[in-house]
């Protein structure tokens, strides 16, 4: 039962053992007649009542405002996260296909360009991080959380992120260091490390698939997302 639910009860408590002993016949104090009581009674009856449908609208309100947030993560902030890292891998890939030998004398436009569109996705990934995890915070206020597994989904999306936004710039350093201009020991440094870039992002990706499957493919409503009064994170 609620505080607020207690709270009346308590009133009518009180109330009730103010006014029980003007029915004993002993009793010499005079608190008005029959009449008056019933009306007391009702008027405290009908505060009861509609602090009772407050309290209630209240709780729909409540529900109603994180129910939107919910939609925002789910149906705005996730799949633009997930765009985005689409983004990122296909521009991995054509770096993979473009940058095929240290021999070859690259444009230095076509680096500027790639450098330009990486540093882009990784501004707007950072933006939509902080979405997620803001929304996240003001639901807790509503007392509504993720349940453990998307939480822990959540967790290792955030994280794995961080470490492809990580990745992002040391590919921009390998990518300035394929500049016709630089020393040959710094393009070759900067082409080998370039080389081994598939292999570093290929299990991030993964983890990136599995927790889109999680959140779209495995047919959970946002009911079954997220839950209410239980703190997981």
Known sequence: MRKIEYLL???????VA???PTFNKGHDMDFGSTSDFVSALSSLLTLGLAIIAYSKWQDNKYRDDSYE?????????YI?????????KSKFKVIDNKFLSIDN???????????????????????TTNDIT??????????????????NVNSNLLIRVEMIMTHISITVGDLKGLR??????????SFKSLKSSPMI??????????????IYNSNKTLHELFIVGSKNL
């Not at 009860?9 to 109330?15: L, P």
């Not at 633009?80 to 983004?87: G, H, I, K, S």
């Not at 016709?180 to 440094?189: G, S, V, W």
């Not at 992002?201 to 999680?214: D, H, L, P, Q, S």
Request: proline content about 2%; glycine content about 2%.
């Open 180 to 189: 016709k201009d630089e020393f040959d020991f710094m393009r070759k440094r």
């Open 134 to 151: 803001n929304n996240l915070r003001i639901m807790a206020i509503f007392n509504c959380y993720p349940n453990e597994i998307f939480n």
């Open 80 to 88: 633009q996260l997930f765009n985005q890292l689409d983004e990122l």
């Open 9 to 15: 009860i308590g009133i009518v408590a009180v109330f």
């Open 18 to 20: 103010i006014i029980l």
């Open 105 to 127: 004398c690259y444009i230095p436009s076509v680096i500027d360009n790639l450098i330009d569109e990486l540093e882009n996705i990784k501004l707007n990934l950072t933006s």
């Open 69 to 77: 947030i919910q939609k925002t993560l789910i149906a705005k902030n």
């Open 201 to 214: 992002t290929a299990r991030i990706f993964e983890v990136f698939c599995e927790g889109k499957k999680y």
